[in-house]
């Protein structure tokens, strides 16, 4: 594209800005960073693309036919592939199950239709704008992002300026909120600046030399096995292709280090954990490099069981997908924990697939996912015939190990926006660099050119309700939350409560922000239960109506619905997050407990066996069935399904499992007219006290109390006599009540 030069300078700087966005640490007030960063990079972009649209319409600036039009031109196919998978995923945002969120997202990931595209364009721009010879600056400034963002994370790692950088003593995330994060946006700085390390010269090559050392080291430093696969890919990749081929020592030196890498993790699972440097053995960074690199880990690793369940998802909606950002409602559907490594001890809550192309497969559907591969083998085979060998190397080698990792990952906003900016300078290296015919520009008033008053109005909008609100709310969001954190509940609420009625595209992130800081106030003091849970009710019915397809939202409304004894409302809660995900151990579980509540015990029973039905192995399961059979008197059932419970690894003694079986036994002891099972249930009841007094707190007065009621119906006088007189040594305000009812045991 051809503009005047100082719109030149103009986006020449701009790109390099929007370069340096990783590094931005954002500050507490517009966390989460992702999200900060994106909102930045959406005002910068749309104001240039505004800027752009300009250009065109004023006829300040035109397009060169061979940029995307000429079919002899090398950017033709790979423009237009590229092209094409925008078009279809944009059609599943339209068909998307939450095109809404599809489109938006929320500050939880900052990605959205919205900032993929604006990825996709910005870099695009850049393309068409910037000159070959400009290139190198772009690349410069981004690795300089690069660099700062791994000194921090050497700086998290080994503590230092701990009083400002938050200490990671592990795997240090820099400034990208994940260790795999920042691993895979370095690696597609790390073979960038290799490239440049063999084409520059002077100070400029040691510059890249030491950026390629510190992106490997802090790699390393991540733990990031996804990783640590793409960066051996990158350098084989690297080296065994490289353009000059009379090096066969670069061959040899590849071969070598593939030898080296399938022999060290031989080595270190099945001859020895020493390393070949014995100085090497007693260092953490070393140990922990050597425990990422476990088989067993591999093996046992639950991303294997969430592609298992993405493969049901895909043949549900094979042309469009489930929709950009829905993966958690495909995921939550065929949810299975009987598939190894996937169920609640291990996470069993997935919103991306940790495979980027079965991602693109699950939520745009399989042509885009063909779209998307079209596109890149395209690229590479035009990058393959460049006239600049060597960068175009570098850029495909780039993608290579950009695949490698995300093959185990997904991405953020910081890694988008550098993998497109390396697609952009691949398109670069294989067009035509010409300036072109120079065209006559007319003069055209810009409030005359009705696109750019149309595109005007358009950005204002959208800076204001797509950035600048939400920017405004989301700043409220942090502070209640900075309030909740200083123990300040009533100042933390009363912000929410401001902003809560607000409008705005985060509506849906707002609310469950809400509801967690209710959910901390409660944790704070638990009084407070009984005047925040309608609030919490109140709200989470207003978010379920604004993402109906996200279960825990019905999980959690149904368990507040439950602490208000609003059992039938409960019940209808958690039908809804079963009939979105049927096989939620907790959504059994939950409906049971509503079903008690309600005293609906045989449909508790049978949801019981509906949950083992699903989900065999429940030990939870198990021990909400046990409870069933105590409530309908079923005693010798309940025994049963108690043991099955244990032999599944459920842990009785514990105050949540004590209490309900105190609850269930003495509703049983209550209301039944049979004298053994009254008796057996306060023989249960007696032996559930001795364990809260064993196990939990002894010098809780209620349960020595409640112990001597049990003895006392029991008939055992002289225990519940023992019992009462720790009940007054331990609260002797009680004394006199206390000495009544020792009088009654003798009468």
């Given at each position: 594209m051809v503009i005047p030069d100082k719109y030149y300078k103009v986006f020449l700087y701009?790109?390099?800005?929007?370069?340096?966005?990783?590094?931005?640490?954002?500050?507490?007030?517009?966390?989460?960073?992702a999200w900060?960063?994106?909102?930045?990079?959406?005002?910068?972009?749309?104001?240039?693309?505004?800027?752009?649209?300009?250009?065109?319409?004023?006829?300040?600036?035109?397009?060169?036919r061979e940029?995307?039009?000429?079919?002899?031109?090398?950017?033709?196919?790979?423009?237009?592939?590229?092209?094409?998978?925008?078009?279809?995923?944009?059609i599943s945002v339209i068909f998307s199950k939450d095109p809404f969120y599809s489109f938006w997202e929320s500050p939880f990931r900052g990605g959205g239709f919205l900032n993929y595209f604006l990825c996709v364009a910005t870099a695009i721009l850049a393309f068409l704008i910037i000159k070959k010879g400009d290139w190198p600056r772009i690349w410069f400034f981004a690795t300089i992002s690069g660099i700062l963002v791994s000194f921090v994370a050497v700086f998290q790692k080994f503590g230092i300026f701990s009083k400002t950088i938050i200490p990671y003593a592990e795997r240090p995330p820099g400034t990208m909120g994940g260790p795999t994060f920042l691993a895979v946006y370095l690696l597609l700085l790390a073979f960038a600046a290799l490239s440049f390390l063999f084409k520059e010269k002077g100070w400029k090559k040691i510059f890249y030399v030491f950026a390629f050392i510190l992106f490997f080291y802090v790699i390393l430093l991540t733990g990031s096995r996804a990783s640590y696969f793409g960066l051996l890919a990158g350098i084989l990749y690297f080296l065994f292709f490289f353009p000059q081929k009379k090096l066969w020592a670069v061959k040899i030196i590849a071969v070598l280090i593939l030898f080296l890498a399938v022999y060290s993790v031989y080595r270190v699972n099945y001859v020895s954990r020493d390393l070949f440097l014995p100085a090497l053995n007693n260092n953490k960074e070393a140990q922990e490099l050597l425990n990422r690199m476990s088989v067993r880990l591999f093996l046992e690793d639950p991303r294997f069981s969430a592609w298992k369940l993405s493969a049901e998802a895909i043949k549900e909606n094979p042309v469009l997908g489930w929709g950009p950002e829905n993966y958690s409602i495909a995921f939550d559907k065929y949810y299975d924990p009987a598939l190894p490594f996937i169920n609640r001890a291990w996470g069993s809550w997935y919103d991306k697939a940790h495979n980027f192309l079965i991602d693109i497969a699950v939520s745009s559907g399989i042509p885009a996912l063909i779209a998307f591969l079209s596109f890149i083998a395209v690229l590479f085979l035009k990058l393959r015939k460049s006239e600049d060998p060597l960068m175009s190397h570098g850029v495909r080698t780039s993608i290579f190990a950009y695949f490698g990792a995300n093959l185990f990952s997904f991405d953020t906003f910081s890694t988008y926006l550098i993998f497109f900016f390396v697609i952009a300078f691949g398109l670069k290296i294989i067009s035509k660099d010409e300036l072109g015919e120079e065209k006559k520009r007319a003069d055209v008033s810009l409030w005359k050119t009705g696109l750019i008053f149309v595109s005007f109005f358009v950005l204002i909008a959208f800076l204001w309700h797509g950035c600048l609100k939400p920017l405004k709310i989301n700043k409220e969001i942090n502070y209640a939350d900075f309030y909740l954190k200083q123990g300040n509940c009533d100042k933390a609420l009363e912000k929410m409560g401001i902003i809560a009625s607000s409008k705005s595209i985060i509506d849906s992130y707002l609310r469950l922000q809400y509801t967690d800081i209710i959910r901390g106030c409660i944790q704070q003091n638990a009084k407070t239960k009984a005047e925040l849970a309608p609030l919490a009710v109140s709200i989470l019915k207003e978010e379920k109506e604004l993402r109906p397809f996200y279960t825990r939202t019905w999980i959690t409304l149904a368990s507040y619905l439950n602490a208000l004894d609003k059992a039938e409302e409960a019940i209808l809660a958690f039908e809804g997050a079963l009939e979105l995900s049927p096989k939620r151990e907790e959504s059994f579980s939950g409906l049971i407990d509503s079903l008690f509540l309600s005293k609906n015990y045989e449909r508790a029973t049978k949801e019981a066996d509906k949950c083992l039905d699903n989900i065999p192995e429940s030990a939870l399961c198990w021990w909400k069935k046990s409870l069933s059979h105590i409530y309908l008197e079923e005693l010798d059932n309940a025994d049963f399904a108690e043991k099955e419970a244990i032999k599944r690894g459920f842990n009785p003694i514990s105050p949540k499992p004590i209490s309900e079986t105190i609850i269930a036994y003495m509703d049983l002891a209550l209301k039944t007219k049979d004298k053994k099972i009254k008796e057996a249930s306060y023989l249960k009841l007696a032996d559930c006290y001795q364990k809260l007094i064993l196990y939990v707190d002894y010098n809780n007065y209620q349960y020595h109390a409640s112990l001597a009621y049990a003895y006392k119906e029991l008939g055992e006088t002289k225990k519940a006599k023992e019992e009462a007189l720790v009940v007054i040594k331990l609260a002797p305000e009680l004394k006199s009540q206390v000495e009544e009812f020792i009088k009654n045991l003798t009468k």
């Open positions: 701009s790109f390099c800005f929007i370069l340096l966005l990783p590094f931005f640490s954002a500050p507490p007030w517009l966390h989460p960073s900060g960063k994106a909102i930045i990079f959406r005002i910068i972009s749309s104001i240039l693309i505004f800027l752009f649209i300009y250009l065109l319409a004023s006829k300040k600036g035109y397009i060169k940029d995307f039009l000429d079919k002899k031109s090398g950017v033709f196919w790979p423009s237009w592939t590229l092209a094409v998978f925008l078009a279809l995923v944009f």
